[in-house]
């Protein structure tokens, strides 16, 4: 089913290429009326995401147009292997033809990047969440895409989480000053997060309650240090590892014993992921 949040995403990237004039090249080289069947193809191993938002882009340029997804959104997907298989106006389709792939090749591409932290850490007590650097308008599809890969989701947006960080601190007065304003006023049960990055700061977000602590910017070793610190003080708080965390060093990370690891390579640091699409003939052939 397709939402109208799908379907403006995809009004959106379509005005953005169309401009209003439309596909100048298929209107000059492609006979009007012409019908067609082309199907998209993983030409890597991948995690597929973004087929909705594919199809919702075919069906703004031709209603009357089937777009059939073979491989469902969150599965994987064999490089040669067709996702998808659309019939429709042969001017539409190759009008949609790029911004259909660009969504999948984005959204997959992180859900892929998110599979691989996954299984680096696969055999760890340990969440690899995403954070909220994401591209503007796609926050939704990212974090649902982090979710197919097999990590999970932090904090939505700046409204469904307390989550005090460095410039908090500096505008409050400090850490307690920072906690004790946020649980005057949080509504009731939303927890509170700080970030820290030293010991001090770390005893005294303990000192004060916070529900979930943040281990801002810090090597394995330094890192390891301060989590058996914080156990010591309180054996139950939620350790989470930010800053600098990368496919490299994700595992050295997890074994530090935090309870979660936040990092913005799973939306920002994907590299795309390779799809194409191909037009074939009356005999269900490619055309080259």
């Given at each position: 089913m397709i939402d109208r949040n799908t379907t403006a995403l995809a009004r959106l990237a379509l005005a953005e290429d169309l401009a209003?004039?439309?596909d100048l090249t298929s209107a000059l080289t492609v006979p009007e009326g012409l019908r067609g069947v082309a199907e998209i193809e993983a030409r890597e191993d991948l995690v597929v995401c973004g087929l909705p938002l594919a199809a919702a882009v075919m069906g703004e340029l031709e209603p009357e147009s089937r777009f059939e997804a073979l491989i469902g959104d969150g599965r994987p997907a064999g490089r040669g292997e067709v996702v998808a298989?659309?019939?429709?106006?042969?001017?539409?389709?190759l009008g949609a033809e790029r911004t259909m792939l660009n969504f999948l090749s984005h959204l997959s591409g992180i859900?892929?990047?998110?599979?691989r932290f996954a299984k680096a850490v696969e055999d760890l007590d340990v969440s690899v969440v995403d954070t909220r650097k994401t591209t503007p308008g796609l926050r939704a599809w990212e974090k649902r895409a982090v979710v197919y890969g097999g990590c999970k989701n932090h904090r939505f947006g700046l409204f469904d989480m307390i989550l005090i960080k460095d410039n908090h601190l500096?505008?409050?007065g400090g850490v307690s000053a920072a906690i004790e304003c946020a649980k005057a006023g949080r509504p009731h049960s939303m927890k509170i997060?700080?970030?820290v990055e030293n010991a001090?700061?770390?005893e005294e977000a303990i000192a004060c309650g916070a529900d979930v602590i943040m281990l801002d910017n810090q090597d394995p070793e330094t890192l390891r240090d301060l989590v058996n610190f914080a156990r010591a003080l309180r054996s139950v708080v939620l350790l989470e590892a930010s800053g600098g965390v990368s496919i490299d060093n994700v595992r050295a990370v997890a074994e530090t014993?935090?309870?979660i690891i936040s990092t913005s390579a799973l939306t920002m640091g994907a590299p795309a992921a390779n799809l194409s699409l191909t037009l074939?003939?009356?005999a269900g052939k490619q055309n080259r």
């Open positions: 209003g004039f439309g298989r659309l019939s429709g106006s042969v001017q539409a389709i859900a892929t990047q998110s599979r500096v505008a409050a997060e700080v970030e001090e700061d770390l014993g935090v309870d074939l003939d009356g």
